[in-house]
């Protein structure tokens, strides 16, 4: 079971059991979603931390709470709660997270019990080239299915990364498989129609986007990472945004005169950041020495400074992040976009700018390619790690 912790242990809170009733074990949970169930498990056990799993991709809670028949499930990562009554051997009640236009709220319920591993079929396995389809407008995906220990697994890939670990199931020519980590909510549902795929990407509680899907030949479907986002590069790169502590960091505090430097434009909304985190600061720690330098700029859910900060604070102690991180605005692309007038068709969190000693913008890489990608990621790795070599040496 691969387990992400979502905060330190000093953010460790209380748990408890139930009178005469445990409720250690696992739970198959559901959210109830419009175009129905995205399943994931739970892990409870009195006196530790709950794990929220998508097959066996575990992510761990902050904080568990039962009082009488009432359970309450802290991700502080992502300001989220589950909050559940206790039914015998079942729970019901409601997921909530911070969103963009005040909080969101999806039905949740569990059930004693997980759900049973269950083999998907042969022919769905494999690389899948998919088109979402919205307002007359395609935009290309790739789909990846796997058979797994766990069952189904896979991912949905696009232009600017990896949506996470899917997992699900699938009954005779029909699938399902969600993600769920405390802070994304997706779920894809499909079908075979002859030799092609057809469903509904389902994000959060109500939207849904048809696309269609053909087996991949191996030809190129998807953008390069590189080949999306530009950028001036006939003038140093500018920023001048506040650290969480109010102080005003630009381009010319002296820890960057002379760096190189990457700039990680993120959100700690974002797991695909929280995947990312954990390599930027590998990078940082492994050429800090030679003259390298990362700044993080956060574009956050609610634009209050305070309330930010403190989920800024809370990103930066789970990586033991080393560099600073900067308040830079809210998570809308095109509010995000006016903040970064030295970029052109910023359609990504996170985007990762290097910056060679000169000050100048060498690369923009959209996006990133998460440990659920697999080899794709060690890809990355490489790349990021060659872009650092070779602007050290310039």
């Known amino acids: ?12 809170g209380l748990a408890a059991t139930l009178k005469g009733q445990q409720i250690d074990g696992p739970w198959g949970a559901v ?26 991709q575990c992510s761990r809670a902050s904080r568990l709470v039962v009082r009488g028949d009432s359970v309450l499930i802290e991700i502080a990562d992502y ?49 899948w080239d998919a088109w979402f389809v919205q307002d007359g407008r395609k935009s290309p995906r790739v789909f990846e299915f796997r058979n797994t220990e766990p069952g189904l697994e896979g991912t949905v890939l696009s232009n600017t990364g990896d949506y996470g ?27 075979l129609d002859g030799d092609t795929l057809r469903g509904l990407f389902h994000a959060g509680l109500r939207t ?13 479907h998807l953008k390069q990472p590189t080949e999306i986002t530009g950028a001036d590069t006939s003038s140093a790169f500018r920023f001048s945004f506040p650290d969480v502590n109010g102080h005003l960091v630009t381009q010319d505090d002296p820890r960057f005169r002379g760096k190189v430097v990457l700039v990680d434009i993120f959100g700690t909304w974002c797991p695909t950041c929280h995947d990312a985190a954990p390599l930027l600061t590998r990078l940082w720690n492994r050429y800090h020495d030679r003259g390298f330098e990362i700044v993080g700029l956060a574009y956050e859910v609610t634009g209050d400074s305070a309330a930010d900060g403190r989920q800024l604070r809370i990103f930066q102690q ?12 809210v998570n809308d692309t095109q509010a995000a976009a006016l903040t970064q007038p030295q970029l052109q068709g910023f359609t990504s969190f ?17 996006g990133f390619w998460g440990p659920a990608t697999g080899p794709q990621h060690q890809v990355l790795v490489h790349d990021f790690e060659q872009t650092i070599e070779r602007l050290l040496a310039e």
């Open 208 to 220: 849904q986007t048809p696309w269609v899907a053909v087996r991949s030949t191996g030809a190129p």
């Open 31 to 56: 959210l109830d979603l419009a175009g129905g169930p995205l399943r994931f498990s739970l892990y409870m056990r009195a006196g530790s931390l709950p794990n929220i799993c998508n097959g066996d």
């Open 165 to 191: 670990l899917f997992w699900g199931h699938a009954v005779a020519d029909s699938f399902s498989m969600g993600h769920f980590d405390g802070s994304f909510v997706y779920m894809l549902t499909g079908r």
């Open 350 to 366: 996170p985007t990762s700018i290097f910056i060679g000693r000169d000050g100048r913008v060498k690369k923009v890489h959209a």
């Open 79 to 127: 300001g989220a709660t589950i909050n559940a009554q206790i039914r015998g051997d079942s729970m019901v009640g409601s997921y909530r997270n911070v969103g963009n236009r005040g909080p969101r709220v999806i039905p949740f319920r569990a059930r004693r019990s997980g759900w049973r591993a269950e083999a998907p079929p042969r022919w769905l396995i494999g690389r």
């Open 318 to 329: 789970k990586f033991s992040i080393p560099y600073p991180l900067l308040l830079a605005g």
């Open 1 to 12: 079971m691969r387990v992400r912790l979502l905060v330190p242990l000093l953010l460790l």
